[in-house]
C-alpha cells in the first residue's frame, strides 16, 4: 500500500469499540432516531449514531424495510411548511427567507443520514443500508423518494474531488486482491494463478478507485492489457501461454474488465472518471500508447436477437457481427437511448464503436448474453469531447465506417 493509503487508513478509519454502557440504550429506534436529529452534544449524538447503526446491523429484512419505512413516512418533508416558507420567499427573497426554505425542503432523514456518518466507519454501513434500501424499492414509492436522499448525499461524498486512483498489483496485500477476485464482475478470475496472470507480468495494469472513508474497499476498478494492435478476442487475451511484451513495446492499452465494487452505490457513476483518469496516467507512463479502447461484452444482444427471431441466423460469423452492429446502432429505448446498457456507458464517455468480433467470447457467460460477440469501443482522445456532447444532446452513436457499413447490409437484409 502507498503511504498515502496508509495515512488515509490512519485518519479515516480509526477503530471504536462501544462502550457496554452505550449498549444500554433501552428506547425504540423510532424515538433514537429523533433524539439524534435534535441532539446537540456532539458525544450523546455519537452514542446515538452508534446505537442506531449497531441495532440495524442485527436486523432481519422485515425489519430493515420497517426502518426503512418509518424514515420514508415520519421523516419525510412537510408539504404545509414547504408551502408556507415558498410564500414568505416569495414576498421577500431574503437571506432568512432563503434559509427557511431550504430548512423546509430538505426532509430530517437527510440530516439523520449525515449524523450517522459521523461515527467512524460509518460510511461503509451506509453504503451498504443503501444496498438492502434497493431491494425494497421496487413498487414502492415512498421507498423510491427515501432512495433518492441516500443518492444525493452519496453524489456529494463520493465526488471526484475525494477519489484517490490506485494502481493494484500482485504485490498489494492478499486481503485487498481477495476484493478483487470477489468484485470482478466481467470475466470472473477463478484462481489465484489467474489472478497472477492478470497482474503481475510488464504488460498488465489494474487500477482501482478508493475513498478516504473506505481504503480498504474498492469502489471501481479496470483491468488493462498493453498489446501491439487492437484485439478482438478475450480468450487470446488471458490465455496462459499468450506471448509477453514488453510495456514499453506496446501501442495499444485495452481495458477489458470494468468492475462496480459497491452495490448500495448504484447509480453514482466513477467509471467515466476513471477512464479518463487511466488514459492519462498511461499516456505519461507510455508515450508510445497511440489507441485507447475497450474489448466489451454486448450484455443485451441475445435478448434482443431472440425478440426479433434471429437467433437462428448466428451460425455465419459475418452475420452475426452485421446483427451486432445492426443492435448496437438501432435498438433503442423508450427515451431514444442505446438498448446495451454497456453501449449507453462507453458512447455516454465520448467514445465511438470501433470494430465487432464474433466468436470473441466463448464462455458459458459470453455465449448466453452476447452469442460470443464483443465490441471494441474506442477512446479516440481528439474526438471524445465532441463524441460525448452529441450523444448527450441528441443521442448521436459516434461508429466508424465499418460499423456503419455492417449495421446498413443488416438493415437492409432484415427489410
Aim: hydrophobic fraction near 45%.
Amino acid at each position: 500500500m502507498s503511504f498515502l493509503a496508509d495515512l488515509l487508513s490512519t485518519v479515516f478509519e480509526r477503530r471504536h469499540r462501544p462502550r457496554t454502557a452505550e449498549l444500554a440504550d433501552n428506547r425504540s429506534l423510532p424515538a433514537l432516531t429523533a433524539d439524534l436529529i435534535g441532539a446537540t452534544g456532539e458525544v450523546s449524538g455519537l452514542t446515538m449514531a452508534r446505537q442506531i447503526l449497531t441495532r440495524y446491523a442485527a436486523m432481519d429484512n422485515d425489519a430493515k424495510r420497517d426502518f426503512f419505512h418509518h424514515l420514508a413516512m415520519e421523516m419525510t418533508v412537510s408539504a404545509p411548511a414547504v408551502s408556507e416558507a415558498l410564500e414568505a420567499y416569495k414576498k421577500g427573497q431574503s437571506k432568512t427567507s432563503y434559509r427557511a426554505f431550504m430548512a423546509a425542503v430538505e426532509p430530517p432523514r437527510q440530516e439523520l443520514i449525515r449524523r450517522l456518518n459521523q461515527v467512524p466507519g460509518a460510511t461503509r454501513s451506509l453504503v451498504k443500508m443503501r444496498e438492502d434500501l434497493l431491494q425494497f424499492v421496487r413498487g414502492d414509492d415512498a421507498l423510491q423518494a427515501l432512495d433518492l436522499d441516500f443518492r444525493h448525499l452519496f453524489a456529494s461524498w463520493f465526488n471526484r474531488g475525494f477519489l484517490v486512483l490506485r494502481p493494484i498489483s500482485w504485490e498489494s496485500p492478499a486481503q485487498f486482491l481477495e476484493k478483487i477476485i470477489a468484485y470482478e464482475a466481467v470475466h470472473a478470475i477463478n484462481s489465484w494463478e489467474d489472478l497472477r496472470r492478470r497482474l503481475e507480468p510488464a504488460d498488465r495494469r489494474c487500477f482501482a478507485f478508493l475513498h478516504p472513508a473506505m481504503p480498504e474497499e474498492p469502489l471501481i476498478f479496470v483491468e488493462v492489457a498493453l498489446t501491439k494492435g487492437v484485439p478482438g478476442s478475450i480468450q487470446s487475451l488471458l490465455a496462459e501461454d499468450r506471448e509477453l511484451i514488453q510495456a514499453e513495446d506496446a501501442d495499444t492499452a485495452v481495458f477489458y474488465s470494468i468492475s462496480n465494487c459497491q452495490a448500495g452505490l448504484a447509480g453514482i457513476s466513477f467509471g467515466n472518471s476513471l477512464i479518463k483518469q487511466v488514459v492519462a496516467d498511461l499516456s505519461l507512463e507510455l508515450p508510445g500508447l497511440k489507441t485507447f479502447v475497450t474489448l466489451s461484452p454486448i450484455p443485451g444482444l441475445t435478448r434482443w436477437l431472440d425478440a426479433e427471431g434471429l437467433v437462428e441466423e448466428t451460425d455465419d460469423d459475418s452475420r452475426t457481427q452485421s446483427l451486432a452492429a445492426s443492435y448496437l446502432m438501432t435498438a433503442k429505448r423508450a427515451d431514444g437511448l442505446p438498448l446495451d446498457p454497456v453501449a449507453r456507458f462507453h458512447l455516454g464517455n465520448g467514445a465511438l464503436i470501433h470494430r465487432v468480433h464474433a466468436g470473441a467470447d466463448t464462455s458459458e457467460k459470453g455465449m448466453q448474453q452476447s452469442a460470443g460477440v464483443m465490441v471494441n469501443y474506442l477512446y479516440d482522445l481528439a474526438k471524445v469531447t465532441q463524441n460525448h456532447e452529441q450523444f448527450a444532446s441528441a443521442h448521436a452513436i459516434a461508429a466508424s465506417p465499418d460499423i456503419r457499413s455492417l449495421s446498413a447490409a443488416a438493415e437492409e437484409e432484415m427489410a
